[in-house]
């Protein structure tokens, strides 16, 4: 059984920055992260594929949140600057063997999603 862990969740200023991570037991996997504001439907925000050659980012995002991985550590990184109130949502990390990309179906492995906070 494919286990998918985050951490790094909390509270953060307006402005500010907050590094989520993600941890995927067992091979490499392309991933994806997602986040469910309340009373929305989850989005997709960045995904990166398994070698770390490509990513994929949401217009709503783009050049604030930054996706990266460390095979290595089977690890997966989500930078976020300049954080604004509207971030504040349950981000999720998701693996996939097929995508990195927004197709949220086609992510075969979820974790149980961390609270990320922004306050103004």
């Known amino acids: 059984q494919v286990h998918v862990r985050e951490s790094g969740g909390g509270l953060v200023q307006a402005g500010g920055s907050l590094r989520l991570s993600c941890v995927a037991s067992g091979r490499t996997y392309h991933m994806g992260w997602f986040r469910q504001a309340s009373g929305k439907e989850r989005e997709f925000l960045a995904g990166?594929?398994?070698?770390?050659?490509?990513?994929s980012y949401a217009d709503s995002v783009k050049g604030r949140f930054t996706i990266s991985r460390d095979n290595a550590k089977n690890s997966v990184s989500l930078q976020m600057d300049s954080a604004q109130p509207d971030d504040t949502a349950v981000y999720s990390c998701?693996?996939?063997?097929?995508?990195?990309?927004?197709?949220?179906?086609?992510?075969?492995?979820w974790g149980l999603g961390i609270q990320v906070t922004v306050s103004s």
């Open positions: 998701a693996a996939s063997t097929i995508t990195w990309k927004s197709s949220q179906h086609l992510y075969d492995y």
């Open positions: 990166i594929s398994a070698s770390g050659g490509q990513t």
